[in-house]
T-cell receptor
Framework: DQQVKQNSPSLSVQEGRISILNCDYTNSMFDYFLWYKKYPAEGPTFLISISSIKDKNEDGRFTVFLNKSAKHLSLHIVPSQPGDSAVYFC????????????FGQGTELSVKP | DTGVSQNPRHKITKRGQNVTFRCDPI?????LYWYRQTLGQGPEFLTY????????KSRLLSDRFSAERPKGSFSTLEIQRTEQGDSAMYLC????FGRGFRDEQFFGPGTRLTVL
């Protein structure tokens, strides 16, 4: 049972344009969501997070939007840069005690110069 | 402190052999997690510790898998009688939880296991 889904395995974007990565979840008990970026031969790197009490969180070029009614979140990268090319994972967890993360399958972003 | 470290980075073993991986977390992080990642998938949770205590284990963690964190610092993950299906990247993460910290997990580079 895939509780967190990233339905687009890959995305290609021109440098300077907006990248939008999408993520859907099925478990309404999830209340904290994170995005990680992963380069080859490295572990995932934390990028940005959002609590379920918010619908938007922004950090520089990265903004995460949460639509709880649709059980959907998205990561916007503006403007996209070639160094953003990586695999992006959406993750979720439940409860305010932290704990395990449930990851999506990942979306490989390619930003072309 | 440069982050979470894992050793070895790569391990090739024959089916039926035992393997052990080590994870050194970021200093003073009280939580330590183990995940497994196979090709084309996101990391899957295996188990985690808060200090020395193992707080949760996944059903993925069969009897052949055991993890320890004896002094609340580094952790080891042992796989006994390895099978080809154990081939994966094993990721360790650490975090601070409590006293205002929100348990944001920082990952190591992983140990890639290949079982022949």
């Amino acid at each position: 049972d895939q509780q967190v889904k990233q339905n687009s395995p890959s995305l290609s974007v021109q440098e300077g344009r907006i990248s939008i990565l999408n993520c859907d979840y099925t478990n309404s008990m999830f209340d904290y969501f994170l995005w990680y970026k992963k380069y080859p031969a490295e572990g995932p790197t934390f990028l940005i997070s959002i609590s379920s009490i918010k619908d938007k969180n922004e950090d520089g070029r990265f903004t995460v939007f949460l639509n709880k009614s649709a059980k959907h979140l998205s990561l916007h990268i503006v403007p996209s840069q070639p160094g953003d090319s990586a695999v992006y994972f959406c993750a979720a967890r439940r409860g305010n005690q932290g704990g395990k993360l449930i990851f999506g399958q990942g979306t490989e972003l390619s930003v072309k110069p | 402190d440069t982050g979470v470290s894992q050793n070895p980075r790569h391990k090739i073993t024959k089916r039926g052999q035992n393997v052990t991986f080590r994870c050194d977390p970021i200093s003073e992080h009280n939580r330590l997690y183990w995940y497994r990642q196979t090709l084309g998938q996101g990391p899957e949770f295996l188990t985690y510790f808060q200090n020395e205590a193992q707080l949760e284990k996944s059903r993925l963690l069969s009897d052949r898998f055991s993890a320890e964190r004896p002094k609340g610092s580094f952790s080891t993950l042992e796989i006994q009688r390895t099978e080809q299906g154990d081939s994966a990247m094993y990721l360790c993460a650490s975090s601070s939880f409590g006293r205002g910290f929100r348990d944001e997990q920082f990952f190591g580079p992983g140990t890639r296991l290949t079982v022949l």
